[in-house]
Structures are given as C-alpha cells and as structure tokens.
C-alpha cells in the first residue's frame, strides 16, 4: 500500500508541476518524502486529505476554463 502511495505522489508531483500546480505538487513531494523516511500511512492521512482537496479544487478550476 505504501509503494502504491508512492508512485502516485511521485506521479501527482510531476503532472502538478507541469500544469501550473504547484501546491500540489509540493504536497506530493512533502508526502512521499515522508514515506520515503519510513513514516506511516495512518499519521500522514490528513495530509493526504488535503492533497485530495487540492486536486479536487484543480479539476474544479479546468472545469471553468
């Protein structure tokens, strides 16, 4: 499960930059960088809380472009 996270944070990380969205993409890179060290999942829920509402506020800002 961790390894999956991990993919998709390097992914998020990546994509957000070359999109503009650069919140995101610091989020990503802030979480990963903390799995990375051997944190847990469970502690870093909230941040993978607010990571998923930032991509909803995206997706929600391109849906009015």
Known sequence: EARQLQTLLRRLEGEGGSFGFEGISEK????EAALVKGTQIEPLRKEVDGL???CLQARSSARTL
Request: hydrophobic residues 70%; aromatic residues 0%.
């Open 28 to 31: 990503a890179a802030q979480i």
């Open 52 to 54: 998923i509402r930032l």
